[in-house]
């Protein structure tokens, strides 16, 4: 187990060079730095030494792969390649458009996003969860039936719309808390709770319906029927079979996302004004700073693959077959 | 010629798709086997009813998408010239929409601006009051009688719409024999009759900031909903079909490499990679602004582009799911009769796998369908969605959002572009529900072998 | 006596109104094993599930009464109803693999029963669960009680569920198809455990099974199922002494064995018919031979001919006069088969030292650590005309055989020739083919017979043009006795036999020589799997084909084999013409094997109790595999894999230290 383990951190190292490799393809090779250059600085002001200015200031004025003017080692290393892309697996990304250390930046920012992510995946986790045990529970009756409908009506309503109708009505229209902002200190509770709230709501639909899908197809199986002829109640085999086992199908959605909370979510926090990773993404994305994006490409899927790993590693706490074999 | 026909990159996909949709019905018609979970599904009134509902907004985004440009007056030399306004078959029947512009925003049935201007009244004084709408009620005379005249409006074109709806419910009724379809026919049809009427004379769903009407605006982006649900598929499906059944069959460094390449795919957050993805597409894009003829042509490739990259970011869920569905397939006992007869690969694919995959792909294409139209509203306000120029739920949110903070609020460009994805999405959730019981294998066993 | 379980009229429908059970009436006494015998699908299980009133969604509705001692179970309320369930009451179910939570210690599932109904907790429980999975002959219990599910073999987990059953002391047990997800070895000791068990606590048991040897080794008395009825009710002796309803005669008369070998089985003509499809009549008028007028106008009554002795059939209401009047009967198959093979014919298909082994991978690099022998060096001969029967467990590998033999699995080593010459891979499609074990898995389901039938013409680019195809697939369709039209249908409009038959006409179409038949009946019902033992009988005739028939049912193997080749663990152990090995087993584990097979005329060998499981053919016992499991082992067996010596008669050889080659 323990060689599996090792073999699936391994196996992390060429899918990251192929996440490093495609994004350098994807911002240096479809277009070239002389593009970005006149794009940025918009067409009309262009001229080739406003576009050599711009590239020297971000470092993109060295070749991309092979720098054949530079001394031995700096062949290598002296281009855009090893600046840019390769150094990203040590984490250094380097600066942002208005000169920021990138790094500095994501440390910094972590923390809210965090408080505002973690709080809804788990109270989320609850409430699905939750909610689609009463579903199986009461399957094949009106309630189940209302439940359901419930889910497709909340599914289809856009996200977007949860933010913009919630703060509408808890801000504006009852002024209970404050519309956006965010403060550090103790006194955050009233910033984050509408967010939170809105989280769980919004992922309501979708989650408990499929976390319906899988308790449904637990209690068809057979073992659920020899702990009913043990004389257990309804109950009892919901909570104590029928959830041990479908745990495991619920843990390879959930514990993948674990690790990307740190990244929290780009609606909630730009809508909320959370200093936030979140934030940070979507204002590098409306700003243009390549960088920003490369980093946050990069460091997303780092932690989708910590999140892959996590799911290996919780497998083998939940199921037996995978600890034992 | 008074028109030029003008195709469209997206235009001539749409027809490609409903090419390709045309002959799957065909094929399917002649195989009873084939037919029996579309049989099921018209067995069910849910599934009807969206359908219908579907079916409306699909004619409205078909006639969309019909693109012309209209001759100007000839020029010197003889040639025709047109206008670098492109326009569609749905611009020229909703004309009175797509025209009447008022200055700036007005509310739903509003006579008055929402925005206060100084004004010469009849004694020649200024004042700052709310000016009459150039179009909106315009026929009034009598301010006060415009709630008479909308509910008058209402009746006439709701007899009308419904006279027209049983009309319709009795010509089908020897096909379509359950109710609740045949009266949602009749209730969507006199709901369009009110609304033509109404929209006539007033703006049903008020106008946006400069002045464009809301209704015509929330009309309009059904077509752009509708092509990002669709259009994705056409780079969905043969990615994730030939990938995902060619990984699961041939197994080995085949395999591999495919499994390799949708790791690094799926584990890049997809919001990230289809924000990296779009902001280089812009770049191309703005750096080549000599590829585009008319600034449609421009919106219009950049909307292509975004299904591209929305389909190539998307295809690894159904990939995966297509290779697990092969791996289990590869082992049944007919693949492995047709083995030992030495029959190709190839054909072992093309006969035995993928007639066996489709309904997986077909449930997996109806979901993903309302998760486009959803995802290209947060696209679009995140600023990496459609062009915005293009009319769409996302721009139209995108813009009214600006708006939250005035008081009163501006409140029904959200509201419409809110309800009108919400209808469409519920519709497309409920039909892909359908369809899924539909073509459940679980269920098809059962009633094949009874 | 008193009646422990008493059931009177129970009917179960299911929401459109269709009777699964339609009308069941028994009762069993304290001690007592009542079977009830019945094919797939004519609501024995729906019976039991009824009992236990535990039956699946959308099944509700059911009416009759039902007694366990003074408890009436139909008007329990659900509460109550749980007390019984697994304490008066408990059962077990046909798939001990899927019906022991995967993720719960076999330890923790059946101390529920004991928290339940026994007031055990903790130590005590624990104690008691040791005790338990001790009497079910569960070696090493302590240990084992920590274990999951998977980690036990089929064997060990049957009697895992059957611990978790008695841990309750229930007064009845209700058995459905306790032993058919085991092999026939397994099944002896499953069986036995049970008739023990029932001796020492004196408990009844509704025994639920489609097996007659089954029920000729542990009933008591009998009740015969069809269409959701008891057509037949008698104890055991009377049944198998004078099956009474015709149904149950054709049962008796289907089975094969070797008395029958030259021929034709008496197969029930037809299949089942389709839930609450006859509402009037007897249902099995339209199958019967002896059917006649009255029959589909007026449903039969229930008749008790003797004490407690009864049938549903018009032929003993209305005595001999109505059965006079009956339809001649005429069977056309009464003719005996030519089934005199050619006594020297040349060979037609010779394997030497075959081995299919597949790599294990391990470890960080994925490195072979090792194979499975899954094939570990057979030799075979196939002569032209004759059918080689391969028999053994689950896991000897005897598909993995027949598979490589068809390109299916890549052959490691050894040698395989077909008439004289190396198997080429080009030849190979046209020359063998195979028949598979799932009729249901077996046809694609979207194409048409028609398209199944020419697909091997059309990969093998023979068969003429797409007229001669056409034809020839008619031809197909006559010989393995379907209609022409049903080449433009699709499989699932077909039963179970009739896809056998379009699988036979399939491998049919390419004009092979030799047949491999890997368990072509065993998801068969037994009336269903005559049809095709018959159909495979009278094609060998006509068609000269050679078998080579993979199973692991030895009354088939009697009755149409020539030769037979005992596999375990890879390799075979004895090898014969059908009738010495049958009559004289040499190998030991043949003899357990054959001893183990429950016989419906009690002239079983004495049973042969086989210690422990299959080892596993990653890492086979070194000397002959089958020593430590060898009642008869030697210390020589341990170090040794033993020659192929010959064992008395012409062409019987062992693999076995006990025979020595004579040097003579």
């Known amino acids: 187990m323990i060689a599996y383990l090792i073999r699936r951190i391994l196996y992390a190292i060429p899918i990251l060079i192929g996440v490093n490799l495609l994004t350098f393809a994807l911002f240096f090779v479809v277009n070239t730095p002389d593009d970005m250059a006149r794009m940025q600085l918009g067409i009309k002001r262009v001229t080739p030494d406003a576009i050599d200015k711009w590239k020297q200031q971000r470092g993109y004025d060295k070749p991309l792969f092979i720098n054949t003017s530079s001394s031995s080692a700096g062949t290598f290393t002296d281009t855009i390649f090893w600046n840019k892309s390769a150094s990203m697996f040590v984490f250094d990304f380097g600066y942002s458009d208005d000169g920021r250390s990138i790094s500095h930046e994501i440390a910094k920012r972590m923390g809210p996003s965090l408080a505002i992510a973690l709080p809804t995946f788990i109270i989320g986790l609850v409430v699905y969860v939750s909610f689609a045990l009463l579903m199986t529970l009461f399957r094949g009756t009106v309630l189940d039936w209302a439940g359901v409908a419930l889910c497709v009506l909340l599914m289809s309503i856009s996200g977007l719309f949860y933010i913009i109708g919630g703060q509408f009505l808890v801000s504006k229209l009852w002024h209970l808390v404050p519309i956006s902002g965010y403060s550090g200190g103790a006194d955050s509770f009233k910033f984050v709770v509408l967010p939170i709230l809105i989280g769980v709501v919004g992922g309501i639909g979708s989650s408990s319906r499929w976390y319906r899908t899988i308790f449904l197809d637990e209690i068809g199986k057979d073992y659920v029927r020899t702990a009913r002829a043990k004389g257990l109640s309804e109950l009892r085999v919901l909570f104590t079979h029928v959830l041990k086992n479908a745990m495991i199908p619920i843990l390879t959605g959930v514990v993948v996302v674990i690790p990307l909370l740190f990244m929290g979510s780009l609606l909630t926090e730009s809508f909320f004004g959370i200093p936030g990773l979140g934030s940070y993404t979507i204002d590098a994305i409306n700003a243009q700073d390549f960088s920003v994006v490369r980093a946050m490409v990069f460091l997303g899927s780092v932690l989708y693959i910590a999140g892959l790993i996590l799911t290996d590693i919780s497998y083998t706490v939940v199921d037996p077959r995978v600890r034992l074999s | ?450 | 006596m008193t009646r422990l379980l008493k059931v009177e009229g129970l009917v179960t429908r299911l929401r459109d109104g269709a009777a699964i059970v339609d009308g069941v009436s028994f009762d069993i006494a304290a001690g007592e094993t009542f079977a009830l015998l019945g094919e797939s699908g004519c609501g024995k299980s729906m019976t039991a599930l009824s009992l236990m009133r535990l039956l699946p969604d959308g099944i509700e509705d059911h009416s009759g009464s039902m007694y366990l001692a003074d408890t009436p179970l139909h008007s329990l309320p659900e509460r109550e109803m749980r007390d019984v369930r697994g304490g008066r009451m408990a059962m077990i179910f046909q798939e001990p693999g899927l019906s022991l939570n995967p993720v719960m210690t076999v330890g923790e599932q059946i101390a529920e029963v004991l928290a339940l109904h026994t007031g055990l907790y903790g130590d005590a429980a624990l104690v008691r669960c040791i005790e338990l999975l001790t009497q079910v002959g569960i070696p090493d219990a302590a240990r084992r009680v920590t274990e999951y599910p998977f980690q036990m073999s089929g064997g060990m987990k049957q009697r895992v569920m059957i611990a978790m059953a008695l841990a309750g002391t229930p007064k009845l047990l209700i058995a459905d198809e306790p032993t058919t997800a085991l092999d026939v070895t397994m099944q002896a000791q499953v069986l036995q455990l049970l008739r023990e068990t029932q001796q020492q606590s004196g408990m009844g048991m509704l025994l639920i099974t489609h097996d007659l040897g089954v029920v000729a080794e542990n009933a008591h008395r009998v009740g015969v199922m069809y269409a959701g009825q008891i057509v037949e009710q008698a104890t055991r002796g009377q049944l198998f002494e004078t099956p009474l309803h015709p149904y149950t005669q054709k049962l008796f008369a289907a089975l094969p064995d070797a008395r029958r070998s030259g021929q034709p089985l008496a197969a029930i003509p037809g299949s089942v018919p389709p839930l609450g499809s006859v509402v009037q009549g007897c249902r099995f008028a339209s199958r019967c031979d002896r059917a006649w007028g009255l029959c589909s106008e007026q449903t039969p009554a229930w008749s008790e001919v003797a004490d407690g002795r009864g049938v549903r059939c018009h032929l003993y209401v209305h005595g001999i006069e109505g059965g006079e009047r009956r339809k001649k009967v005429r069977d056309k198959r009464q003719r005996l088969f030519e089934v005199h093979p050619p006594a020297h014919s040349e060979n037609l298909l010779r394997i030497d030292a075959l081995q299919v082994h597949f790599p294990i991978r391990k470890g960080l690099l994925q490195r072979t650590a090792g194979y499975v022998k899954a094939v570990d060096g057979v030799s075979l001969v196939i002569p032209r005309g004759h059918t080689v029967a391969l028999v053994g467990e689950s896991g000897c590998g005897k598909t993995t055989l027949g598979k490589a033999l068809l390109g299916l699995n890549p052959i490691t080593a050894g040698m395989v020739s077909f008439d004289g010459e190396p198997l080429s891979e080009v030849r190979r499609g046209a020359e063998m083919q195979m028949v598979f074990q799932d009729p249901y898995a077996s046809l694609n389901p979207k194409m048409r017979v028609a398209e199944i039938l020419e697909e091997g013409l059309t990969a093998l680019g023979i068969g003429g043009d797409s007229q001669e195809r056409q034809t020839h697939i008619d031809s197909l369709l006559d010989q393995v006795g379907l209609a022409k039209d049903s080449k433009w249908r699709y499989p699932h409009e077909f039963s179970g036999g009739q896809r056998q038959r379009i699988a036979i006409a399939r491998a049919l179409a390419v004009s092979p020589q030799l047949l491999i038949c890997d368990e072509p009946t065993s998801a068969l019902d037994v009336s269903v799997q005559a049809q095709i033992l018959n159909l495979l009988k009278s094609l060998q005739e006509g068609l000269g084909l050679s078998y080579l028939f993979i199973t692991h049912n030895l009354a088939v193997v009697e009755y149409l084999a020539h030769e037979v080749c005992v596999m375990y663990l890879g390799r075979i152990v004895e090898r014969g013409p059908t009738e010495a090995v049958m009559r004289n087993p040499r190998h030991p584990y043949t003899q357990a094997l054959l001893s183990a097979v429950p016989r419906i005329d009690g002239t079983g060998l004495e049973y042969v109790r086989l210690e422990g499981e299959l080892p596993s053919p990653a890492n086979p016992p070194l000397g002959c595999h089958f020593a430590p499991r060898c009642p008869q082992a030697m210390p020589v067996c341990a170090n040794k894999f033993p020659d192929m010596t010959p064992a008395g008669s012409a062409n019987h050889s062992v693999c076995c230290h006990l025979y020595p080659l004579q040097p003579n």
């Open chain 2, 1 to 450: 010629m008074i028109f030029m026909p003008v195709i469209l990159w997206s235009d001539a996909l749409v027809f490609l798709l409903i090419g390709a949709v045309i002959s799957a019905v065909l094929h399917v018609r002649k195989r009873e086997h084939l037919m029996l979970p579309w049989r099921r599904l018209a067995h069910s009134s849910v599934a009807m009813v969206s359908t219908l509902v579907l079916s409306l907004f699909l004619v409205i985004g078909l006639l969309d998408t019909l693109h012309y440009r209209v001759a100007l007056s000839q020029n010197s030399s003889g040639e025709t010239v047109y206008s670098s306004e492109v326009l569609s078959v749905f611009d020229k029947l909703v004309t009175p929409l797509r025209t009447r512009t008022e200055k700036t925003y007005s509310a739903p049935f509003a006579l008055h601006l929402y925005a206060k201007e100084s004004m010469t009244d009849a004694q020649g004084n200024v004042v700052r009051d709310y000016p009459r709408l150039q179009y909106g009620g315009a026929h009034l005379a009598d301010e006060s009688q415009s709630s008479l005249d909308v509910m008058k409006r209402i009746a006439n074109g709701g007899v009308v719409g419904f006279l027209l709806g049983c009309l319709l419910a009795w010509l089908l009724s020897r096909r379509v024999t359950r109710a609740p379809v045949l009266v949602s026919l009749v209730m969507l049809v006199t709901l369009v009759g009110a609304s033509v009427e109404l929209a006539t004379a007033y703006h049903v769903l008020g106008t946006d900031k400069v002045g464009q009407d809301v209704l015509y605006l929330s009309l309009k982006s059904i077509r752009t909903g509708l092509i990002i649900g669709t259009l994705t598929t056409l780079v969905t499906l043969p990615l994730a079909l030939f990938l995902g059944v060619a990984a699961g069959y041939f197994r080995g460094w085949v395999d591999d490499v495919i499994q390799y390449v949708y790791t690094v795919l799926s584990s890049i957050p997809s919001v990230l990679l289809i924000a990296a993805a779009v902001l280089m597409m812009q770049v191309t894009i703005d750096t080549h602004p000599d590829w585009f003829e008319t600034s449609a042509a421009r919106a219009d490739l950049r909307l292509v582009a975004l299904c591209l990259i929305l389909g190539l970011t998307s295809w690894t869920g159904l990939c995966r799911l297509l290779r697990g569905e092969t791996l289990k397939l590869r082992e049944m006992e007919y693949i492995q009769a047709a083995q030992a007869f030495g029959v190709s690969s190839m054909r072992i694919l093309s006969r035995h796998i993928m007639p066996n995959v489709m309904h997986i792909i077909l449930i997996a294409l109806v979901m993903d369908f309302s998760a486009l139209v959803l995802a290209e509203a947060v696209l679009s306000y995140v600023g990496v969605g459609v062009d915005p120029s293009m009319i769409s739920f996302g721009t139209m949110i995108n813009g009214a959002r600006l708006e939250m903070g005035r008081e009163p609020m501006v409140w029904w460009s959200l509201a419409a572009a809110f309800v009108f994805m919400l209808v469409l999405v519920l519709a497309a959730n409920l039909f892909a529900d359908a369809v899924r019981d539909a073509f459940d294998p679980r269920l098809n066993r059962t009633e094949s072998k009874a």
